[in-house]
Structures are given as C-alpha cells and as structure tokens.
Nanobody, 114 residues
Framework: VQLQASGGGLVQAGGSLRLSCTAS????????MSWYRQAPGKERELVAD???????KYADSVKGRFTISRDSARNTVYLQMNGLKPEDTAVYYC?????????WGQGTQVTVSS
C-alpha cells in the first residue's frame, strides 16, 4: 500500500491550494483520513481529519480556512486550503488509519510567501 500526496506548491499569502492523497494497493476500511504538517524545527501536527461517517476535526489555526473531504470509493482524501498564510508553510502529510494499520504519504511541500 502506498499513499501518494500531491497539490503542494508555492503560493502568495491569501491564495489557495488543494491537496490530494490517494492510496494504491489493497486498502480497506479506513475509518479516519487525516492531514498533518511539519514546519522546519517544529513537531508534526494534526491539521484536519475526517471519519468514514463524514465527521471532521480541525486545528484551531486552520478553522474557517481549510476544508477536508474524502472520496472513500477512490481511497482519496482532499484538503482545500484557502486564505493561506506564511505560517502555513510546511510539508503536508496524509495519513490513513485503517483496519490493517496506519499508512503515511510521502509529504508535499506547501510554501506561502508574504
């Protein structure tokens, strides 16, 4: 099983990006799909997650700006990021918490210039 994250890039403050993460291989019953991020010199932190039932949770720092969604049939999770700020600069990682274990993507760089 591999998770492939994409959609990162360089954007000006106030701009938007949409991240995607798709799992390949045999993967079943992933109750929770999540996005984390890690900025240089900082610990990895949870940005948002979504359950199979559609319940969502966000870090306070991104509430009202980011939206997480999922397409379970395609084993894909999305993160729509609007109103980006320089402090959102980080490597963003996806994580699937599934019946057979946890899987992590390789990370995609998001850089927000001021």
């Amino acid at each position: 099983v591999q998770l492939q994250a994409s959609g990162g890039g360089l954007v000006q403050a106030g701009g938007s990006l949409r991240l995607s993460c798709t799992a390949s291989g045999s993967i079943f019953r992933c109750n929770v799909m999540s996005w984390y991020r890690q900025a240089p010199g900082k610990e990895r932190e949870l940005v948002a997650d979504i359950t199979s039932g559609g319940s969502t949770k966000y870090a306070d720092s991104v509430k009202g700006r980011f939206t997480i969604s999922r397409d379970s049939a395609r084993n894909t999770v999305y993160l729509q990021m609007n109103g980006l700020k320089p402090e959102d600069t980080a490597v963003y990682y996806c994580r699937f918490s599934c019946r057979r274990g946890d899987y992590w993507g390789q990370g995609t760089q998001v850089t927000v210039s001021s």
